[in-house]
C-alpha cells in the first residue's frame, strides 16, 4: 500500500546502502526518510538463509545511527522469501518493538504475502507444553535409585511367584509343555555356548596353574597346582565363570527377544489368544537353562583341569598321571554334585532374571537395551550373592 | 443382525494412573453386526478396546462378553473369552519367529485335539480366505504390510471366533488394499455371521462397511454420539461429529459431502 500522494524528498546515505558483496543485487536495501524519524525500507530480491544476519545487522544499525521514531518495511522487491528470511523480519520487528519502535510491514506482493501468513507467528508465543529436559542433580539421581530398587524387588519377586507357579504347573502336566521350544534353547544356551566356555575356561586353568605354581615352586610343592586347580574350579569358579558367560550370552538373550516381543504387542497378541505369556515364553527358556548349564559347567571344569594339566607337564615336570592322579585326590563326588546343584541355581537365577527385564520392558528401542544390560548385571550380582549363600549353608552343613 | 447383545458395556471407567481417560462409557453391540468405534485422536478408542478384549482391567464398570462379565475376578472366565475372539492388532503383531503357518496353527494346536494333518489344511483354508494361498511358509519379515495385515485376519480367525476386533485396520494401506480388506471384511461378516468390533478413523471405509458407530471425545471422556454413519454424518447438531463425518476442521464448512 503505497502512499502515492506523499511527494518523497529522497535522502539516500552511502553507507547505509548494502549489497551483500558475494550474492551481488540479491539482496539490497534502500532507504528514505521523507519525514525525519519515519523510515521506509525498500527490501530487495532475495530474502533467505543467506541474508539472515546481513538484514538484522542493517536493521540494527539504522537503529542504531538514524534513531527511528517508526520503521516502515516495503516487502514489494523481494522475489525470493524463505521461512529464515520471514523469521527475520519478525525478529526485526521483536527487536524494534522491545525499543518501542512501531515497525509496519507493506507492500508486499501477494505470493509473498501468502508465506508470510503461512508461516504464522504466533506459534512463536505458545510455552513449551513439556519442561525442558535437564540433567538431574546427583543426590537426586541416588535418591531416586534407591526408591527404584525398592520397587524393582517387588516386582521381581511378583514375577518370581508367577513363574514358579508356571513351572511347577509345567512339570505337573508335562504334555503342556513345549519341548521344542526348550529343545531350542538348550541349543542356544548350551550348545552354541561351548567354543566361548571352553576356551575361557581352558585360559582360565592355564592362568591359575601358572601363577599358583609360580609359589609354589618355591616350596617344592609343585604338585599340589593340581589340587588346587580342582578344589577350586569344581566347588566355585567353574559354576561362576559359567554362569557368567551365561548371563552374558543368553541372559541378554532372553530379555531382548520377549522385550523386543512387547514392543512388538506380540505378547499383547497371546494374551488376548488366550495363552499366559510366562508359561508360553519364560518356562522353556528356564527349563532349557536349568537342564543345560551344569552340563556346560562340567564342561567347564573339564577344560580348566585341562590347561592345569598343559602347564603341569609342559611347564612344571609333572607326568599327565600324576597331574591326573593328584586331582582325583583333590575332589569327591559330594564337590562335584555341589557344583551341579549350584549350576542350576544359577541357571534358575539367570534365565529368571533375564525374561523378568524382558517383560518388563515399555515403550521403544532404548528400553529393550536398558532391560538386556539389566538382565545381565542382575543375573551377575544375584550368582554372586547365591554363591555367598552356598558357602555360608555348606559351612554351617558340611 | 439379531437384536442380542454379545458385548455389554456398563459404566466403564478407563485411567492410566492418575488421568482419566473415558468415564462411565456404556454401549452394546449386537451379534452380526459391524460396529466402529472412532474418534479424535487421544479420544480413548485404542485404550477401550484393549479393555474390551481383557488386556486391561477397568477401575470401575462392567464389560460383558457372551454372557460372561470379563471384569469380574475370574482369570479362567477371561482366558475363556479370550478363546471365543480374535483380534488384528495395528502393528499385525505376527510372531516374528514363525512362520505364517505356525502364527495361524498356534491356536489351533493349543485349543484342538485335531491332527496335524488337519490343522494344516485349516491354516491353508484360512489363508485362502484372505487372498494369501500358497504363503504358508513365508516368515512376516517376507511380507508387504498389507499382506501382513491380511495374514494378522487370518490368524485372527483361526478358531472360527464369534467376534473379531479390528484395532486400525487400514492404517497405512494404499486406497486399493485398503478396499479390499473392506470387502474381506464384509464378505466375513456376511457369510460367517461374525460380529465384528473396528476401531478407526478411516472415513471412506466406515461409511463403506460399517453400521453402527459410537463416537468418542477426548474432552468429553465418553461417547458423543452414537447411530449409523449417515445419521451422524446428517444428522447430527453436535459440532464435532459434523466435523468428523464431513472431515472438516473446526471453523470450515464443507458443502455436501
Known amino acids: ?41 525498500f527490501i530487495s530480491d532475495r530474502l533467505s538463509l543467506h541474508e539472515f544476519n546481513d538484514l538484522l545487522s542493517d536493521a540494527r544499525s539504522i537503529l542504531k545511527n538514524r534513531s527511528p521514531q517508526k520503521l516502515t518495511l516495503n516487502l514489494g522487491g523481494i522475489t525470493y522469501l524463505d521461512s529464515a528470511g520471514t523469521l527475520a523480519l519478525y525478529q526485526l520487528e521483536e527487536e524494534y518493538t522491545a525499543l518501542s519502535v512501531p515497525v509496519i510491514l507493506q507492500g508486499a506482493s501477494t505470493r509473498i504475502e501468502g508465506i508470510l501468513n503461512l508461516l504464522n507467528q504466533k506459534a512463536h508465543h505458545i510455552p513449551s507444553l513439556n519442561p525442558e529436559r535437564k540433567s538431574i542433580h546427583l543426590l537426586e539421581q541416588i535418591g531416586g535409585a534407591t526408591r527404584m530398587m525398592g520397587s524393582d524387588f517387588v516386582k521381581v519377586m511378583s514375577f518370581v511367584g508367577i513363574l514358579l507357579t508356571a513351572i511347577i504347573g509345567s512339570l505337573l502336566k508335562p504334555s503342556s509343555i513345549r519341548w521344542r521350544e ?87 497378541a497371546l494374551e488376548t489368544m488366550g495363552f499366559e505369556p510366562t508359561r508360553f515364553l519364560a518356562v522353556p527358556k528356564v527349563l532349557a537353562s536349568i537342564l543345560v548349564v551344569p552340563l556346560l559347567t562340567i564342561y567347564a571344569d573339564l577344560f ?10 609342559i611347564g612344571l615336570d609333572l607326568t599327565a598321571h600324576t597331574y591326573i592322579q593328584q586331582t582325583r585326590e583333590s575332589i569327591d563326588v559330594s564337590d562335584i554334585l555341589y557344583s551341579l546343584i549350584k549350576a542350576m541355581v544359577f541357571a534358575a537365577l539367570i534365565a529368571g532374571i533375564g525374561c523378568q527385564r524382558g517383560f518388563q520392558v515399555r515403550g521403544d528401542a532404548a528400553a529393550v537395551g536398558r532391560a538386556t544390560t539389566s538382565a545381565v548385571v542382575s543375573a551377575i550380582f544375584l550368582i554372586i550373592v547365591a554363591d555367598s549363600a552356598f558357602a555360608i549353608i555348606l559351612h554351617y552343613i558340611g | 443382525m439379531d437384536r442380542e447383545p454379545i458385548i455389554v458395556v456398563e459404566n466403564l471407567r478407563a485411567a492410566y494412573g492418575d488421568a482419566t481417560i473415558l468415564e462411565k462409557v456404556s454401549f452394546q453391540v449386537y451379534g452380526g453386526e459391524i460396529f466402529v468405534i472412532l474418534g479424535g485422536s487421544g479420544c480413548g478408542k485404542s485404550t477401550l478396546l484393549k479393555h474390551v478384549i481383557g ?17 469380574a475376578d475370574n482369570e479362567d472366565a477371561r482366558r475363556q473369552v479370550q478363546q471365543k475372539i480374535g483380534v488384528l492388532f495395528q502393528a499385525d503383531a505376527l510372531f516374528g519367529s514363525m512362520s505364517l503357518f505356525e502364527n495361524i496353527a498356534l491356536p489351533l494346536i493349543e485349543y ?12 491353508r483354508m484360512k489363508l485362502a480366505l484372505v487372498n494369501l494361498a500358497g504363503y504358508e511358509n513365508h516368515m512376516p519379515s517376507e511380507l508387504s504390510g498389507g499382506m501382513r495385515k491380511r495374514a494378522g485376519i487370518a490368524r485372527a480367525m483361526a478358531l472360527d471366533p464369534l467376534l473379531l ?9 494404499d486406497p486399493v488394499t485398503a478396499a479390499e480388506l473392506d470387502i474381506l471384511i464384509k464378505s466375513i461378516n456376511t457369510a460367517m455371521g461374525t460380529t465384528i468390533v473396528i476401531v478407526t478413523q478411516e472415513l471412506a471405509s466406515i461409511f463403506s462397511i460399517g453400521q453402527r458407530v459410537i463416537m468418542l471425545d ?31 476442521a473446526p471453523g470450515e464448512n464443507r458443502q455436501g459431502n
Open chain 1, 304 to 313: 580348566a583341569l585341562l590347561g592345569g594339566l598343559l602347564i603341569g607337564v
Open chain 1, 182 to 268: 526348550v529343545l531350542f534353547y538348550m541349543k542356544s544356551t548350551g550348545v552354541d555356548g561351548l567354543p566361548i566356555v571352553g576356551l575361557i575356561s581352558l585360559l582360565l586353568g592355564l592362568i591359575m596353574a601358572f601363577m599358583s605354581s609360580l609359589q609354589l615352586k618355591q616350596f617344592g610343592a609343585n604338585i599340589y597346582v593340581a589340587s588346587l586347580l580342582a578344589m577350586a574350579m569344581v566347588k566355585e569358579l567353574g559354576p561362576i565363570m559359567t554362569a557368567i558367560i551365561v548371563a552374558g550370552r543368553s541372559g541378554s538373550a532372553f530379555a531382548a527377544e520377549i522385550g523386543t516381543m512387547i514392543v512388538n504387542d506380540e505378547v499383547n
Open chain 2, 165 to 173: 476386533f479390528f484395532d486400525e485396520p487400514w492404517a497405512g494401506l
Open chain 1, 1 to 41: 500500500m503505497y502512499n502515492l500522494a506523499v511527494i518523497y524528498r529522497r535522502e539516500i546515505l552511502e553507507g547505509l546502502v548494502k549489497t551483500s558483496s558475494d550474492h551481488a543485487k540479491e539482496y539490497s536495501l534502500r532507504i528514505e526518510e521523507q519525514v525525519p524519524g519515519d523510515i521506509v525500507v
Open chain 2, 218 to 248: 477426548r474432552e468429553a471422556r465418553g461417547i458423543i454420539a452414537e447411530g449409523t454413519p449417515l445419521e451422524l454424518k446428517e444428522n447430527s447438531r453436535d459440532r464435532r461429529v459434523v466435523n468428523f463425518f464431513n472431515r472438516q
Open chain 2, 112 to 123: 484342538t485335539d485335531l491332527s496335524r494333518d488337519v490343522i494344516y489344511r485349516l491354516v
Open chain 2, 55 to 71: 488386556l486391561l482391567q477397568p477401575p470401575a464398570g462392567r464389560i460383558v462378553i457372551h454372557g460372561i462379565d470379563i471384569t
